[in-house]
């Protein structure tokens, strides 16, 4: 071998040695200066597992500071339980108090979470919601969930959900590389989650959600002072226990499972709240607002007479009275008073026209129609108020009397929702004070002023006390009414006397069929000062119980209770009601708000004959009938 290819070959060995080491030096100066921060805390969570300790969730109570909603205990046994992700499989809390009470291994074996229990599971159901797990959708939206997480779904756990979760704890472990825990590093204890009070009286709700038994509609009923929701029922209904919970035993979990799909494919649509989402023609519960804009706007006053002969014709069109459509008879001449009591619809065509189609719309915007009322739910219908200029870029079409005729008697495009007309109503009964609707107690309520004329507030009472009067409309109300009027003929005596104020309504929607026939939705509002005493015989206001900061020992002893809450009937609900009434108080006057819905069967609901029992049902069972 030459002394040149020698040296050639050493040249070339020295060359890539160098080279070796330089990228080895390279490599080393990158893991350990320029990344070696991020490599070190890679290690260290290698090293190291966080837990995570789920914070309890925070109560839903009621307006008397009892829970609503509980917190139970739900066990499951861990496969593996020094392992940092163990499989597990549910267990009933018999087996896991077993366990718990045998050897330390056994008890290790024990892993627990929390579920809900809603102890009025239909009548509150569109009110509270009820929590699910976390979803794919969840993790996108919140950057502040976590995967296994129950979260609200609905209702007011959904609304309310952040103050409600609290703030989750954390152990952190030491762990070999095979992922077993050594040993505890460090501990945060989790902060439980808010407990929110209600202005929900949960005893009313359930004697209002039966009265609703197998029929479509809403009832809400609110604190005429303050604008407090304290009954809010919609059915068809659903269980949230159903949504929320679920079982150790594979067959009941299976049928837990099936019912959940029949909830969502229930043609009665179970999960939509009717009192809040739905938007439906007023009906002549509108001829309170067309009433009060005639009024404000000076074109009608108490001694204004119309004369009804049963039909009022313009040109070639007619428009006909419900009372000469179902009994072929005319009221002849009538003033606003007895016109709001018979609901006579051609003395509100003619107010309509008097006072114009935008003026109607200005009044109703001031009661918040054709606005959400902020009332604290998710998915709250606007309604439509419309307005000449609405029509015609909605429609292209222009306004004619016609159209002002129907939207006096609260027809044609007008749209409310259930709680739009509570709101109404609470504003009637607060002397002119709109109050905004709540569900969760606030140390202030939000209430203003409408600038309504005192004197027109007291002809439209005093229409409204004479519908739930003999030969209004309201027949349910007769004899209650009866002695209840004052004798001097006062509305605000008559008022506190315990005398009903109501209007009825039936309102046409859809399309005719082969007679010409619409269906009917029926309304029903009323204003009831309910004559409840506190021990002693005094009157009893209603007060504000003050929620527990901590309801820990209460939740623990109840999570041993049955899941399913023993029905009481409706005169046990009573004497509980009644014990927190005498404890508590209850508001001085209230409204009480009835749409029964048309279905299949019953096409053509009426607000007398429908929604008028309904709310007799709730005033009687109230004064211990």
Known sequence: MRPRTVNIRFLIFVFLFFLTFSVLG??????????????????????????????????????????????????????????LFTQREPITREEALRLLSSSASESAHVVSDTERLYRYPSSLAHVLGYVGEVTAEDLERQDDVRLNQHIGKAGLELIHERELRGIDGKVIFEVDALGQRLRQIGKEDAQPGQDIQTTLDPYLNEVASRTLSGIRGTIIITDAQTGQVIALSSQPSFDPNILSQSFADPEQEKLRKQKVQDFFQDPQKVFFNRAIAGAYPPGSIFKLVTALAGLEEKKIDASTQVVDEGVLKVGEFQYGNWYFRQFGRAEGSIGLVRALARSNDIYFYKVAEWTGPNQLATMAKVFGLGEKTGIGLPAEARGLVPTTDWKEQARGERWFLGNTYHYGIGQGDVLTSPVQIAQLTQALANNGKLCKLSLVSQSENECRELGIKTENLRLVDEGMIEACSSTGTAFPFFPYNATRLSSSGDTEESLRNGAAAC?????????????????????????????????????????????????DDKLNELASLPLAVPSLSEGELYQKWREKVTQRGFPERITITVLVESDDINKFREGSKDGGPIAKKLVDWMMGN
């Open 26 to 83: 390279l490599r080393l100066v990158d893991l350990q200066l320029v990344h070696g921060q991020t490599y070190l805390k890679q290690a260290d969570e290698n090293r190291f597992y966080t837990q995570t300790l789920a914070a309890r969730r925070g109560s839903l109570l009621d307006r008397y500071g009892e829970p609503l909603v509980w917190n139970i205990q739900k066990y499951y046994r861990a496969l593996t339980p020094s392992a």
């Open 503 to 551: 209007k009825t309504g039936t309102a046409e929607f859809g399309g005719a069929d082969e007679q010409g026939y619409r269906k009917t939705h029926g309304w029903f509002t009323l204003i009831v000062q309910p004559q409840l005493t506190k021990e002693g015989g005094e009157s009893a206001p209603a007060q504000e119980a003050t929620p527990s900061a901590v309801l």
